[in-house]
């Protein structure tokens, strides 16, 4: 019979047979076999999760969302390709896409897993809806109290929500998410970067700073926080500093920025080099 437990774990064994011989080197023969796989025991949710890591590996996540779907729409009951499904529009930033199939499946563990509200109130913050994303968060925070990448999310929708209504007192509360963030696990450069921005935004340079620079001391590939460092700086008027964060900056990330980005950076820095030769 077709889900005899033999049969079974000979699919099971070629789907990681697969992985083994990517990671001999092998890439175009592990992706071959899962794809036989998958033709040939359609209900085998690991096949489909194993190619999609495959695919992500090469850098080739639109391919690995595809499976993905694929084997949703073949195993509709399957909560796993579900839940991977998800974890990788949320990578990809299709978070419309993310609200879609939330509404489209229903799985009772949607209501008590913290990780997939996270990613449910990632999709919510992202498209605009910074309410419903803190509600969803708490939610989740209800299930597990201990999950510091939701006290961060929390923190940066409060953020949001707070520069969006000047209100005070949602302010307050996006800098103790992200207080409770950094004291959960205070190795993550997340928080540290939204508490740099809620300092700096309330006026509270030194504050600002210190975020910034651990964030550079945890992850020194963060993105835009050497330029953080380098607005925060000439805030306090030290276009010195400013002027090596904005040039770290501009070096690393040239080829990233817009047309306009540059040119801001550009006039920037030169307005740093100006000052700076005066101090």
Partial sequence: PEDDVKVLLLYNNKATQAIELYEKGKVQEGIELLKKVIKEKKSLDSAYYNLAV???????????????????????????????YVSFLIKADFFEEVLRVFKEKRFPQMESDPELLNNQGLAYSRTGD????????????????????????LGTAYLSLSLKKGDSKVFQK?????????????????????????????????????CWEKVLELNPDFGPVSYNLGLAYMDKKNYVKALNFLNEYYKKYYNSLSPKERENVESLIKTCRTKALKQ
């Fill in 54 to 84: 495959l695919y992500e590996w090469e850098g080739k996540r639109k391919d690995a969302m595809q499976v993905l779907k694929l084997g949703l729409e073949n195993i509709p009951s399957s909560y796993e390709l579900f839940f991977n």
């Fill in 130 to 153: 910074l309410e419903k994303a803190i509600e969803i968060y708490e939610k989740a925070l209800a299930l597990d109290s201990q999950f510091p990448a939701l006290h961060n999310n």
């Fill in 174 to 210: 996006a800098i103790e998410s992200f207080k409770r963030a950094i004291e959960l696990d205070p190795q993550y450069p997340l928080p540290y970067n939204g508490l740099g921005i809620a300092y700096r935004q309330g006026g509270n340079l030194e504050g600002a700073i210190y």
